[in-house]
């Protein structure tokens, strides 16, 4: 088994460990550093379970190779609660909008809605809903997951216009 | 006041944070590594496996093969076991199969210390077979000099039922009656839970202990003990969150094996997790049927009598086998009230092919889309109006169900279909959509659904709840029934704080049913878990208040039977006068000098009732003839499902249902090779599962009444909102069109011949 050592930045903090070259960045997270939220639900990038993000941008991380890591900037969901514990305010819409049955979809739901959040640019009803499309969610039928999406949108640009 | 209230869900925070742990999750670092060697042919048997190449690779552990495993047959249906043996499960398979009856079947395991050289020591197998020509439908494997799958079934019938209420030949003689047939067919399709299907096991203290993924976590501890020989009690089970289940956890799945590989390896710790592309073919899926319907009619839409006969495709193995097929057949009893007679009858049968167990509504989606389409298809015929013939023919209000004994209480059809029309636009849309032209047509269609909630009389009806009060007032509650998604943890709680009189944020769910610890119960399935463990929660949340307020007694020189908890206190019931909070009397109870009490209650109740869930939906459709591609523009369930314990879950669980009957109408199907048998689209991305831009908004509205055989006037939810919106979608286009189309989904390379042959293209 050859293994090489990967160099980044998980959730804010500098991480280094020796993974196996043909790890996929799901395994490294999960095994390596405990983050359980990044869930496996196919393991060939068509679920949408894994999402994380890497240097800004969305990756289904189980078809991204943990080498490919090294020196980028990941965040999963682990990485949105606050110090003291605070939801972050999509987290909240999900509760407060009953978007959350089974869960397993949910921390992938979640980063992709916070890459659409933190992008700063308006979405019209068709694009919000392409972007969450990426994501297989049996239970919901996306109804309340698209709520908590649009409405923390709408909140945050509402947020914004006040500053 | 905690019941009817849009409580957040008690496992929300830990989803929604990453918290929440499911059993991948919870694996300790160094497990063994388990996978399945899996047939290249559909039917025959191994003669010969080499695995001498396979063993040299470096990290394989131990390959256990189809020739090593003992001889014991088991059956893996999640039913509770049944004491009469007439009525037990079929028990047909054995942990790894020689005798092959699926491309797909389980035939070796390679236990490895990692993954891929589990995967390498799969490929390195050498496999001989002979070979059966195989037999993928009903029909072609009841046809004469078929190859047969199982040696106690000729002609691979696993069971053949019938009944008869009336007279049928004679009620057919009367004059004037319009005969109408049609043939329906519903395709096999799979559950797609997103947690794939895994286990861990391991022994400890000479027991067996298997973390599974399950909905059933008791059944899956008699199924592993039956399958490996051993006394129930030396298996123990542990279901900790799960990521959707629909029925497919509803079986035992990959336990027995997975707990056989730990043995096998002393004891080891083995994980066993499939792959997506396994779950298709290996795990469940749910049953094809094909439905030949005659019904003769009155030329005012009244039905006089209907004859039925159902083929339905079991696959390679019993699982739930006919009971699916026997729920299908009821449909045709309960849903439509013929005035003189009916006559069903139904055969399950063996195919090569993955084998059928529940799923979400088991059976009565396929039933609901046979009778509810060939509804619409009389109507057309005979110029009717759908609701009026609904009306003139549906289950009547008082109708007494003598076998169940349930009762049809309410007008509920009435009062769903009127929100239904109302919000849909229904009196307008049929009026404006009527002689359209053009190759974009729009349509509105519609169809009714019926369910029941539990499986009492057919099975057991159980349910168990422990109770204790903590030192500081709140309660600790477990119950063997199973949080699988949908919700039931905070319905749970919410019972038992109504009961009890505490707060609901002073009540404590554990989530994890563990068969060493928690009490006694069947799990999730049947729509049954509100309303059996209601009346669980309910006494035990009954007795408990008793037991504290007999210790109150001592405490404030009351009678107990003159007070009363409320909100967390202890109060007085002739004013309200809060004597003390309950957290106080905790206190007091636990450590108390001169007479310390552990204040905990625990209880059983065996319910012998069942419920009708009536509902209905609406579907509105844009038919682009030329592409033959429908889209639904706004479509609507109503249900009545009794009380709402908690009205936001209530909605969201019938969003998923609509969901998956939307994906059953207009996508889902499992396609097979005719050559070899084999699936050709096992994975998500060939398997059409909807995704956000597939989907309309899902309307989801409720009639409440509230149902008198209930512990807290619920019943059954879980699985109705999956059923009626297929036919009401195929009623749709058959109204945007004039074309009848008897077999979903409806995608574009059904549609286009379809509208072909109709002259429209």
């Known amino acids: ?163 | 006041m905690s019941v009817g209230k849009s409580v957040p869900r008690v496992d929300a925070f830990d989803k929604v944070t990453g918290r929440a742990k499911y059993t991948d999750d919870l694996i300790e670092k160094g497990a063994l590594i388990a996978k399945v060697l899996h047939s290249t042919i559909a039917n025959g048997i191994v003669v010969k496996m080499d695995i001498s190449e396979a063993s040299a690779i470096p990290g394989v552990v131990k390959i256990i093969t189809c020739f090593d495993v003992p001889d014991i047959p088991f059956a893996t249906a999640g039913h509770p076991w049944a004491l009469e043996k007439s009525h037990q499960d079929v028990a047909d398979r054995h942990l790894l199969n020689r005798r092959v009856r699926l491309y797909g079947d389980d035939i070796a395991a390679v236990i490895a210390e990692d993954e891929v050289a589990a995967s390498r020591a799969l490929r390195a197998i050498k496999v001989e077979y002979e070979q059966y020509p195989h037999v993928l439908s009903p029909e072609a494997a009841m046809a004469e000099g078929a190859s047969q799958l199982h040696k106690d079934y000729p002609k691979n019938i696993l069971a053949h039922t019938s009944f008869e209420d009336g007279d049928f030949d004679s009620a057919i003689l009367e004059e004037g009656l319009i005969k109408i047939e049609g043939t329906y067919e519903t395709p096999m399709v799979q559950h797609c839970h997103i947690e794939l299907p895994i286990s861990y096991a391991y022994m400890e203290a000479g027991r067996i202990v298997v973390v599974s993924a399950t909905q059933i976590p008791h059944i899956t501890r008699r199924v592993v003990a039956q399958a490996l020989g051993l006394p129930w009690g030396k298996i123990r089970v542990i279901k900790p969150y799960l990521g959707g289940g629909f029925g497919n956890r509803q079986d035992v799945l990959y336990e027995p094996l997975n707990a056989y590989l730990s043995q096998q390896v002393g004891g080891r710790l083995v994980k066993l997790e499939l792959t997506r592309e396994e779950t298709f073919y290996a795990t469940r899926v749910r049953h094809a049927m094909k439905f030949h319907l005659t019904s003769y009619v009155r030329p005012n839409g009244r039905i006089v009598a209907r004859k039925c006969t159902v083929l339905s495709n079991q696959g390679a193995y019993a699982s739930h086998g006919h009971s699916v097929t026997s729920k299908s057949m009821t449909v045709f009893r309960q849903l439509y009230n013929d005035e003189k007679a009916k006559k069903i009858e139904g055969y399950t049968v063996y195919t090569n092919m993955p084998s059928a167990g529940a799923m979400r509504a088991y059976g009565v989606p396929q039933a609901i889309f046979a009778v509810e389409s060939h509804a619409e298809d009389i109507i057309t015929r005979l110029n009717l109006d759908p609701i009026r013939f609904r009306q003139m023919n549906m289950m009547p209000v008082g109708y007494h169900d003598p076998f169940s004994k349930n009762v049809n209480y309410f007008d509920s059809f009435n009062q769903c279909m009127e929100k239904g029309m109302e919000y849909i636009g229904w009196n307008e849309k049929r009026a404006l959509y009527k002689n359209q032209k053009g190759p974009v047509r729009r349509g509105i269609g519609m169809s009714l659904s019926w369910y029941n909630t539990g499986v009492w009389p057919i099975s057991l009806e159980i349910s168990s709840c422990r109770m204790l009060i903590n030192e500081d007032g709140s309660l600790q509650m477990q119950l063997g029934e199973t949080e699988i998604g949908q919700g039931a943890d905070t319905a749970f709680s919410q019972m038992a704080a109504e009961t009890l009189g505490v707060r609901f944020a002073d009540v404590h769910i554990i989530s994890t049913q563990d068969t060493d610890t928690t009490p006694f119960g069947l799990g999730a399935y049947g729509s049954r878990q509100t309303y059996v463990a209601g009346f669980a929660i309910k006494q035990t949340a009954l007795i408990l208040k008793q037991k504290i307020l007999k210790y109150a007694e001592k405490l404030e020189h009351k009678m107990a039977c003159d007070m009363d908890i409320v909100s967390g206190n202890i109060v007085l019931k002739s004013n309200g006068t809060v004597l003390r909070s309950l957290a106080a009397l905790a206190e007091e109870a636990a450590y108390s000098m001169e007479h310390a009490e552990h204040l905990t209650a625990e209880s059983t109740y065996q319910c012998k009732s069942n419920a009708y869930s009536f509902g209905c939906s609406f579907a509105e459709v844009e038919v682009d003839i030329p592409l033959g591609k429908v889209k639904i523009l706004d479509i609507i369930n109503v249900h009545d499902c009794g009380q709402l314990i908690n009205p936001q879950l209530a909605e969201a669980q019938v969003h998923g249902g609509m969901s998956m009957s939307i994906g059953y109408g207009l996508g889902e199907q499992m396609l097979f090779d005719e050559k070899t048998g084999r699936l050709l689209n096992d994975n998500l991305l060939d398997y059409k599962l909807g995704t956000l831009l597939d989907h309309p908004h899902l309307e989801a509205q409720f009639v409440e009444n509230y149902e008198p055989s209930s512990a807290y006037g619920t019943k059954g939810l879980g699985e109705p909102p999956a059923i009626p919106c297929a036919s009401a979608i195929r009623n749709a286009v058959l109204n945007a069109t004039g074309v009848a189309v008897n077999t979903i989904p409806l995608t574009p390379h059904r549609l286009f011949p379809a509208f072909k042959d109709a002259g429209l293209i």
């Open chain 1, 1 to 163: 088994m050859q293994k090489q050592l990967v160099r980044c930045t998980i959730n804010g903090k500098e991480t280094e460990t020796y993974v196996d070259v043909r790890a996929s960045l799901t395994d490294m997270l999960r095994n390596e550093y405990k983050l359980t939220s990044v869930k496996k639900g196919c393991e060939v990038g068509e679920c949408g379970a894994c999402t994380v993000i890497i240097d800004g941008e969305c990756y289904n991380s189980c078809i991204y190779l943990a080498i490919w890591a090294d020196g980028k900037n990941i965040r999963t969901l682990e990485s949105l609660l606050g110090p003291n514990g605070e939801l972050s305010d999509i987290q909240q819409a999900f509760i407060d909008e009953g978007a959350v049955q089974c869960g397993f979809c949910t921390p992938g739901f979640i980063m992709t809605a916070l890459e659409i959040l933190e992008s700063g640019r308006e979405y019209t009803r068709e694009e919000l809903r392409k972007q969450l499309a990426g994501h297989l969610c049996r239970c919901t039928g996306y109804e309340n997951i698209y709520k908590a999406v649009e409405k923390t949108l709408k909140k945050r640009k509402a947020q914004s216009a006040n500053k």
